[in-house]
């Protein structure tokens, strides 16, 4: 019996994160990823807190646009003070949903 290819084993992989977290709520989504973020990263948390931020992007393009926004304003501020920005991403997407998302 042969292994399947790493490319194909890559596919099967994405998939089934793809369909994990599909079908997860926007709440428990958030609160997976700000969950993750308070803990020490290791590889497995890095690539589950990248496929939790790959699949609220997705459903919510509007709150992306604003992150990318903030990322602008951040980088542009610091090419004028010569001062580094932070900022810190999941903080800005969460704040971004629930803004977009607020009735």
Same mark, same amino acid.
């Given at each position: 019996m042969t292994q399947p290819s790493k490319t194909t084993? &890559?596919?099967? +992989?994405?998939? &089934?994160?793809? #369909?994990l977290f599909g079908r997860a709520t926007s709440d428990v +989504?958030?609160?997976?990823l700000l969950s993750l973020d308070r803990q020490t990263m290791n590889q497995e948390r890095r690539i589950a807190r990248a496929w939790i931020i790959e699949e +609220? $992007? &997705? &459903?919510?393009?509007? #709150?992306? $646009?604003l992150v990318e926004q903030a990322f602008a304003a951040a980088d542009a501020k610091e090419q004028a003070t010569g001062e580094p920005i932070e900022v810190d991403y999941a903080a800005v997407l969460v704040d971004a949903i629930r803004s977009t998302t607020k009735s």
């Open positions: 084993a &890559r596919t099967n +992989l994405d998939n &089934r994160h793809k #369909a +989504l958030i609160q997976s +609220l $992007e &997705r &459903r919510f393009p509007a #709150a992306s $646009e």
